[in-house]
Every structure is written in structure tokens, then in C-alpha cells.
């Protein structure tokens, strides 16, 4: 009861947002990690912290705040860690570096087994 409570007037207090405001909003919480855990998004989280950003990052919208503006906000006021995604180097070695590492790994698997293959085509057994 307390909770539809407090839900109710969160929703009264939020300001109107345009569509495009709307969907910055969106893309904002599902851009930073609700701080109490940084386990799971903005929008998803169900913690009075992750709440209150909500809120907070829709005022700062209506406000005419950038993307990058609230962006950084956050992130001088957390730390990088707050970005669901990471950016720049960081973004290179999770995304691409993981990707690299298993196509060199199927290269090596595919190289040994050629070469069980060639010894077994000659009679030898691999040891």
C-alpha cells in the first residue's frame, strides 16, 4: 500500500515530457547502473536510489540538459563505473578484445586437430 503511495505521487510530481524527451529519458536509464548495486540498469531497478535518478534524470531533460551533460553528472559524481556501457579504451577491451581472443582460439583448436588429422592419415599416433 505504502508503495502505490509513493508511486502515485512520484508519477503526479513527474514533469510532462515531450516523445523526444520521453525517449532520451529512456535511453539515459538504460545508459547508467543504479549505484546501490551496479548490477542492473536505471530503468529496471527497483531501489529508492534507482528511483530517485529517475526522477532526477527527468527533471534534468525537461530542464534542456544534454545527453552527455547528464552523462557526465553522473559519472564525476559516481565514477565511470556508473555507465552501463563502458567508453573508449575500456569499451575496446570488453567488447572486442573477448571476440579476438575466442577467433584466435578456434584458429589454434582448428590448427591441432589438422594436425591429429594428418598424423592419423599417416599411421602415427599423436602423443
Known amino acids: 500500500m505504502l508503495a502505490a503511495t509513493v508511486m502515485g505521487m512520484l508519477l503526479a510530481a513527474a514533469p510532462a515530457l515531450t516523445p523526444e524527451q520521453r525517449a532520451l529519458v529512456e535511453k539515459l536509464e538504460r545508459a547508467l547502473l543504479a549505484p546501490c548495486c551496479y548490477q542492473e540498469v536505471v530503468a529496471t531497478h527497483n531501489s529508492e ?31 565511470a563505473r556508473i555507465l552501463a556501457e563502458p567508453e573508449g579504451a575500456q569499451w575496446w577491451i570488453m567488447n572486442v578484445v573477448p571476440v579476438l581472443m575466442l577467433v584466435g582460439g578456434g584458429v589454434v583448436v582448428a590448427l591441432i586437430l589438422r594436425k591429429w588429422r594428418r598424423a592419423a592419415e599417416a599411421g602415427d599416433v599423436p602423443a
Open 49 to 79: 536510489q534507482a528511483r530517485a535518478m529517475r526522477a532526477e534524470i527527468a527533471e534534468m531533460v525537461v530542464s534542456g540538459r544534454g545527453e552527455r551533460e547528464i552523462l557526465d553528472y553522473y559519472k564525476q559524481r559516481y565514477g
